[in-house]
């Protein structure tokens, strides 16, 4: 009966109902409390729903039970993947790190060339150094600091910003407004061509069409980009395509060339633009690049998600080479919680894209 519950665990597993999977290994471990598998596999369940504490009880039980099995040739696999598992819970739950090296280092005991156990050994390995040269760089500062409070000086904190404080941009954007109105007094008849692009809306600054529906004095007959022509209805102020978006090119969005973290967040949220961003994505950031944004905390599954929808685009749009696509992909698999992603990703598009990879003669395992 164990043994039924067992399997049909697995089979809600595939499905990727890993709730029902979970259920059903707990009613098989109700009737079979000693098997160490069953506690694996529900822990690969717990960590698919991202619920750390289970997943490192689950473990700690399950490795317990491994150890004391009197088959270890059979029961080694498993030890393996309970480990590899239990440092991750540790890493996930703010437990000492010094637990998971531990966890880890059993892992390869059993399994020297286990890929995944050395790729996290190696990236904790990395931060600690990292985070060696950030106290000595703090301790300097904090010098540094002393020293000019003693000298009777002040000092001033520099921040980098994407963009400017709404008090700052406030100012300016007022400045801007009464030069234009003063432009428009003299009789000039030049239509403005200052214009944000909204989801499917177009907004004409200062004078014009409003979202709102209200309507200026500026007589707007039409505005024209990259041959798409909208017509715009001056009286009632009404966009007669008003659901076709102005859409920029790479080039017009003007990418800057060393992006930063926050920028890919905020570029994530650009959908009237989204083909640009996928190629930036793709053709405009180096590794060295997204090695440098993504090594401290590593990479995360939203940006993940959104890098393979941006490889995809490209590949099947012909907008970038299969080849360097494969090298990003190495790149990125190098980082932090690269692994975590891959397991909480949408299947769907980890697997087009590793097809596509392969259909250009890569290497399927890339993915």
């Not at 039970?65 to 059979?74: G, P």
């Not at 083909?275 to 930036?280: N, Q």
């Not at 919680?337 to 909480?344: E, H, I, P, Q, V």
Request: proline letters at 2%.
């Amino acid at each position: 009966m164990s043994e039924k519950l067992k399997e049909k665990g697995n089979e809600a597993f595939k499905k990727q109902e890993f709730k029902k999977a979970a259920k059903l290994y707990r009613d098989s471990i109700k009737l079979d409390p000693s098997n160490p598998v069953l506690y694996s596999n529900r822990s690969m369940c717990f960590a698919k729903l991202d619920d750390w504490t289970r997943v490192l009880e689950d473990c700690k039980k399950g490795i317990s039970l491994a150890t004391d099995a009197n088959d270890e040739d059979a029961i080694k696999k498993t030890l393996v993947k309970l480990y590899y598992r239990k440092g991750l819970a540790v890493v996930n739950t703010g437990g000492d790190l010094r637990d998971a090296v531990q966890a880890w280092n059993e892992g390869l005991k059993l399994d020297g060339g286990n890929i995944l156990i050395k790729k996290e050994l190696a990236i904790y390995t990395k931060n600690e150094d990292s985070s060696l040269k950030k106290q000595k760089k703090k301790k300097k500062e904090s010098a540094n600091k002393q020293q000019v409070e003693d000298s009777g000086l002040k000092t001033i904190e520099i921040i980098e910003v994407e963009q400017l404080p709404k008090e700052l941009q406030g100012l300016i954007d007022g400045k801007s407004n009464k030069e234009d109105n003063s432009s428009q007094s003299s009789g000039d008849d030049t239509v403005r061509e200052d214009f944000q692009i909204t989801e499917g809306n177009l907004q004409i600054v200062d004078g014009g069409i409003l979202n709102d529906g209200q309507s200026s004095s500026k007589k707007i007959q039409k505005i024209e980009d990259n041959g798409k022509k909208i017509q715009i209805i001056d009286d009632d102020a009404k966009m007669v395509n008003s659901q076709t978006p102005l859409v920029m090119t790479q080039k017009d969005m003007k990418l800057p060339d060393t992006p930063t973290h926050y920028y890919l967040t905020t570029l994530m949220k650009n959908r009237a633009n989204a083909t640009a961003v996928y190629e930036y994505l793709i053709n405009g950031i180096t590794c060295e690049q997204y090695t440098s944004i993504f090594e401290i905390a590593g990479i995360d599954n939203e940006f993940f998600d959104f890098f393979l929808i941006a490889a995809t685009y490209c590949l099947v749009n012909h907008k970038c080479d299969a080849t360097r696509v494969g090298n990003l992909v190495m790149c990125l698999s190098n980082l932090r919680r690269f692994d975590l992603c891959k397991m909480f990703c949408d299947d769907k598009n980890l697997k087009k894209l590793s097809e596509l990879l392969h259909a250009q003669g890569l290497d399927k395992q890339l993915l």
